[in-house]
Protein backbone atom coordinates (compact mmCIF):
# COMPACT_ATOMS: atom_id res chain seq x y z
CA UNK A 1 0.00 0.00 0.00
CA UNK A 2 1.65 3.38 -0.73
CA UNK A 3 -0.26 6.59 1.17
CA UNK A 4 -1.55 9.16 -0.99
CA UNK A 5 1.18 11.82 0.56
CA UNK A 6 3.78 10.06 -1.67
CA UNK A 7 1.72 9.86 -4.88
CA UNK A 8 1.21 13.15 -5.31
CA UNK A 9 3.24 16.57 -3.67
CA UNK A 10 0.58 18.42 -1.28
CA UNK A 11 -1.20 21.19 -3.46
CA UNK A 12 0.07 19.99 -6.97
CA UNK A 13 -2.81 20.85 -8.71
CA UNK A 14 -2.08 24.70 -7.43
CA UNK A 15 0.72 24.87 -8.37
CA UNK A 16 0.64 23.37 -11.73
CA UNK A 17 -2.21 26.47 -12.44
CA UNK A 18 -0.17 28.51 -10.78
CA UNK A 19 2.71 27.69 -13.33
CA UNK A 20 0.85 27.50 -15.86
CA UNK A 21 -1.21 31.27 -15.55
CA UNK A 22 2.75 32.08 -15.28
CA UNK A 23 4.02 31.19 -18.89
CA UNK A 24 0.63 32.55 -20.49
CA UNK A 25 1.34 35.99 -18.94
CA UNK A 26 4.93 35.64 -20.45
CA UNK A 27 4.45 33.99 -24.00
CA UNK A 28 1.08 34.95 -24.77
CA UNK A 29 0.77 37.82 -26.88
CA UNK A 30 -0.32 40.94 -25.52
CA UNK A 31 -4.18 40.62 -24.03
CA UNK A 32 -6.60 42.86 -25.51
CA UNK A 33 -7.55 45.89 -22.90
CA UNK A 34 -11.02 44.27 -21.74
CA UNK A 35 -8.67 41.40 -20.08
CA UNK A 36 -7.38 42.83 -17.10
CA UNK A 37 -5.17 39.60 -16.10
CA UNK A 38 -5.14 35.98 -17.46
CA UNK A 39 -7.14 33.32 -15.86
CA UNK A 40 -7.16 29.52 -16.96
CA UNK A 41 -10.69 29.64 -15.84
CA UNK A 42 -11.61 31.88 -19.39
CA UNK A 43 -11.51 32.29 -22.87
CA UNK A 44 -8.68 34.46 -23.47
CA UNK A 45 -8.95 36.61 -26.49
CA UNK A 46 -5.87 38.45 -28.38
CA UNK A 47 -5.01 40.94 -30.16
CA UNK A 48 -4.78 40.69 -33.95
CA UNK A 49 -2.96 43.74 -35.34
CA UNK A 50 0.44 41.24 -33.84
CA UNK A 51 -0.49 38.25 -35.95
CA UNK A 52 1.63 37.90 -39.39
CA UNK A 53 0.35 38.82 -42.86
CA UNK A 54 2.59 36.93 -45.03
CA UNK A 55 4.94 33.79 -45.46
CA UNK A 56 8.12 35.30 -44.18
CA UNK A 57 9.78 31.69 -45.43
CA UNK A 58 8.60 28.76 -47.69
CA UNK A 59 9.74 25.17 -46.93
CA UNK A 60 10.38 23.38 -50.27
CA UNK A 61 10.95 19.65 -50.07
CA UNK A 62 7.83 17.70 -49.94
CA UNK A 63 6.04 16.90 -53.39
CA UNK A 64 2.71 16.24 -51.71
CA UNK A 65 0.26 18.25 -48.95
CA UNK A 66 2.11 18.29 -45.59
CA UNK A 67 -0.50 16.48 -43.10
CA UNK A 68 1.74 17.44 -40.09
CA UNK A 69 4.61 19.64 -38.69
CA UNK A 70 5.95 19.70 -35.17
CA UNK A 71 8.86 21.81 -33.40
CA UNK A 72 11.55 19.99 -31.39
CA UNK A 73 11.54 20.33 -27.49
CA UNK A 74 14.25 23.23 -27.91
CA UNK A 75 12.99 25.03 -31.02
CA UNK A 76 16.00 24.11 -32.92
CA UNK A 77 14.49 21.85 -35.26
CA UNK A 78 11.08 21.47 -37.30
CA UNK A 79 9.86 17.77 -38.61
CA UNK A 80 7.18 17.26 -41.52
CA UNK A 81 5.05 14.73 -42.71
CA UNK A 82 4.08 14.97 -46.17
CA UNK A 83 1.25 12.81 -48.18
CA UNK A 84 4.10 11.79 -50.37
CA UNK A 85 5.27 9.39 -47.53
CA UNK A 86 8.59 11.74 -46.58
CA UNK A 87 9.80 13.32 -43.24
CA UNK A 88 12.03 16.28 -43.31
CA UNK A 89 14.30 17.39 -40.43
CA UNK A 90 14.52 21.20 -40.84
CA UNK A 91 17.04 23.67 -39.14
CA UNK A 92 14.65 26.49 -37.26
CA UNK A 93 17.93 28.32 -36.16
Aim: hydrophobic content about 40%.
Amino acid sequence: HIPPSLLLPENRLETLLQQAVRWQTLHAPPLTPDDVSPSLFEDVSFRHDGLPREASLVLEGHTDEVWCVAFSHSGAALASASRDGAIVLWDAT
